[in-house]
């Protein structure tokens, strides 16, 4: 199986005022617009799942139908496992009972980053990747999804994903013979400093990788 992980698009700030419920706050309209071309994007860039699993929180299920409406990705269904606060061990749990080839999962950080080393490293690994808010990450499991058994096939940022133009070709900063090594650049932000330690992930996380952090080649601001 190969699940698809994205972070929600960008939501108004917290106004307690406006909604006394944090659930119910938003995608902003430049958010809207931002998450609207990411997905055109994501559509030249990826396959198309078999089952598209969101938080009940507006702002990831406002996302996922963006990503439906796109990227013509299947009709998105609520699994409160995707909840803030849920632990990541929930959604492999829910995602071992599925028999598809391909889910993808909509959420919240830092949910997702704990769901990402849950699959990568397994339950207690560390690994600070930091998604930004319309990121995706891609996983690739042998059989089932369980802890630990993940392979990184790649990660791509929301700028990447809105560099694919919306007729299914390229833009010119990533072209196709590139676009995959692009897709694959995560940025861990190093403890307790202001700079982000920038890497290059091979498609395929080799075996060695999988029980420890890829070190990182050198910082940039």
């Given at each position: 199986?190969?699940v698809?992980?994205?972070?929600h698009?960008i939501?108004f700030?917290?106004d307690?005022?406006?909604?006394?419920?944090?659930?119910?706050?938003p995608?902003?309209?430049?958010?809207?617009?931002?998450?609207?071309?990411?997905?055109?994007g994501?559509?030249?860039?990826?396959?198309?799942p078999?089952?598209?699993l969101?938080?009940?929180?507006?702002r990831?299920?406002?996302?996922?139908?963006?990503?439906?409406?796109?990227?013509?990705w299947p009709?998105?269904?609520?699994?409160?496992?995707?909840?803030?606060?849920?632990?990541?061990?929930?959604?492999?749990?829910?995602?071992g009972?599925?028999?598809s080839?391909?889910?993808?999962?909509?959420?919240?950080q830092?949910?997702?980053?704990h769901?990402?080393?849950?699959c990568?490293l397994g339950d207690?690994?560390?690994?600070?990747?930091?998604?930004?808010k319309?990121?995706?990450?891609?996983?690739?499991?042998?059989?089932?999804?369980?802890?630990?058994?993940?392979?990184l096939?790649?990660l791509?940022t929301?700028?990447?994903?809105?560099?694919?133009?919306?007729?299914?070709?390229?833009?010119?900063?990533?072209?196709?013979?590139?676009?995959?090594?692009?897709?694959?650049?995560?940025?861990?932000?190093?403890?307790?400093?202001?700079?982000?330690?920038?890497?290059?992930?091979?498609?395929?996380?080799?075996?060695?990788?999988?029980?420890?952090?890829?070190?990182?080649?050198?910082?940039t601001?």
């Amino acid at each position: 199986m190969e699940v698809l992980i994205v972070r929600h698009a960008i939501a108004f700030e917290r106004d307690h005022h406006r909604w006394r419920d944090d659930g119910a706050r938003p995608l902003s309209p430049a958010g809207i617009r931002r998450a609207r071309k990411a997905a055109a994007g994501l559509k030249a860039f990826s396959k198309t799942p078999d089952r598209l699993l969101t938080s009940p929180l507006v702002r990831a299920k406002q996302t996922a139908q963006i990503l439906t409406d796109a990227a013509g990705w299947p009709q998105p269904e609520e699994a409160p496992e995707l909840s803030p606060g849920e632990p990541a061990l929930a959604v492999l749990t829910l995602l071992g009972k599925d028999r598809s080839k391909l889910v993808a999962v909509v959420g919240h950080q830092p949910g997702l980053g704990h769901l990402l080393t849950a699959c990568l490293l397994g339950d207690g690994g560390a690994l600070p990747i930091e998604m930004k808010k319309n990121a995706v990450a891609c996983v690739s499991f042998e059989g089932s999804p369980r802890a630990g058994c993940a392979a990184l096939e790649w990660l791509a940022t929301p700028r990447m994903l809105r560099g694919f133009r919306h007729d299914g070709s390229n833009a010119r900063r990533y072209p196709r013979r590139i676009a995959p090594q692009l897709a694959i650049e995560a940025e861990v932000p190093w403890p307790n400093s202001l700079m982000t330690w920038r890497f290059q992930i091979p498609q395929v996380l080799p075996a060695t990788w999988r029980s420890q952090a890829p070190p990182p080649n050198k910082p940039t601001r």
